[in-house]
């Protein structure tokens, strides 16, 4: 049973910082991409950063770039997402997904699973 946990979210100022983890368990990650995803209220869930867990290649939205992080830490089975200079605008609920099939990672329904998400509030 693959069980994916976020933690980290809360509230924050514009152009402040958040880093969120999420752990998984219950599978050997090697062979798969892990990614963050964020729904704001009213608006469809999009793809944040992506990251293929054995290769260490990551892939990012636009929106993000520069600004985000996704790493992974192997020894904890845990991934991350480091949030620098946040936007109200992303203010959403992130969740952490898993696909064994490396495709098309930023379409979220190429992923398996998926975590209960964590909620990022960044106030004006």
């Known amino acids: 049973q693959v069980q994916l946990v976020e933690s980290g979210g809360g509230l924050v100022q514009a152009r402040g910082s958040l880093r969120l983890s999420c752990a998984a368990s219950?599978?050997?990650?090697?062979?798969?991409?892990m990614g963050w995803f964020r729904r704001a209220p009213g608006k469809e869930r999009e793809f944040v950063a992506a990251?293929?867990?054995?290769?260490?290649?990551?892939y990012y939205a636009d929106s993000v770039k520069g600004r985000f992080t996704i790493s992974r830490d192997n020894t904890k089975n845990t991934m991350y997402l480091q949030m620098n200079s946040l936007k109200p605008e992303e203010t959403a609920v992130y969740y952490c997904?898993?696909?064994?099939?490396?495709?098309?990672?930023?379409?979220?329904?190429?992923?398996?699973?998926w975590g209960q998400g964590t909620q990022v509030t960044v106030s004006s």
């Open positions: 997904a898993a696909q064994y099939s490396a495709s098309y990672v930023e379409l979220g329904r190429m992923y398996d699973y």
């Open positions: 219950g599978r050997t990650f090697s062979s798969y991409t």
């Open positions: 990251i293929r867990w054995s290769a260490g290649s990551t």
